[in-house]
């Protein structure tokens, strides 16, 4: 699979291989009821980091893995999940809200984390980004096909990821439009990896120097 394959709309998931998200939850509620998101995200990276005894995986990516991958879950617990393919305005709201809630299915109501990106740096109409991580996730449209939102997170000085993007495809044509903080207008995110300005016509490709997937993350539970 190409590295930008997992923006494509696909009638099956695309996801291979399990983490022990759900393990680390249960065991975790079963000990403390009142436990936390942030604990919870805690125990999820650590689990992860002493998987890798090879230590070919980056680190901060694995530990994002962990984060992300753990918020998921509880997020599709608690109906706290967004999933834009339902909504009729452009105004993020979480799956609860929504009046066919009860009805959805389980793929609706997860965002399915499908592989982190590291991208060290890339420019676009006289912005410059560094030390980028671009998140795909896939989740069920009301025809129950699989379609991509992603998210765009840096560090900053105190080692936190902070979020500064997202996007999703609203006009089902498989470009990914995106909400930067840099710009007060979209822009959009090709299948093929690169950024596109409707503005200027200018457009740049992502270098992933770095990327973890699913099948990655499933084969260090085996």
Request: proline share 3%; net charge negative.
């Amino acid at each position: 699979m190409k590295d930008f394959d997992s923006l494509l709309k696909t009638k099956t998931s695309k996801r291979n291989g399990r983490s022990n998200v759900i393990e680390i939850y249960r065991q975790a509620r079963n000990e403390n009821k009142e436990i936390c998101l942030e604990d919870l995200q805690l125990l999820n990276t650590n689990d992860l980091l002493k998987r890798d005894i090879k230590h070919k995986i980056d680190k901060h990516i694995l530990a994002l893995w962990g984060i992300l991958d753990m918020k998921s879950f509880v997020d599709a617990l608690s109906g706290d999940t967004v999933n834009p393919y339902f909504l009729t305005t452009k105004d993020l709201q979480p799956v609860k809200n929504l009046p066919e809630y009860t009805y959805l299915p389980d793929e609706a109501r997860l965002l399915n984390l499908l592989d982190i990106k590291y991208i060290k740096s890339f420019e676009l109409e006289g912005v410059s980004f560094s030390d980028v991580f671009l998140i795909t996730y896939e989740i069920a449209d009301k025809e129950d096909y699989f379609r991509p939102f992603v998210t765009f997170l840096t560090l900053n000085q105190d080692n936190q990821f902070i979020e500064f993007g997202y996007g999703y495809d609203t006009n089902d044509n498989g470009n990914v439009e995106l909400f930067l903080s840099s710009y007060n207008y979209l822009v959009y995110l090709t299948p093929k990896g690169a950024i596109h300005s409707p503005l200027s016509g200018k457009m740049t490709r992502l270098k992933v120097q770095d990327i973890l997937t699913a099948e990655e993350v499933a084969k260090l539970y085996r």
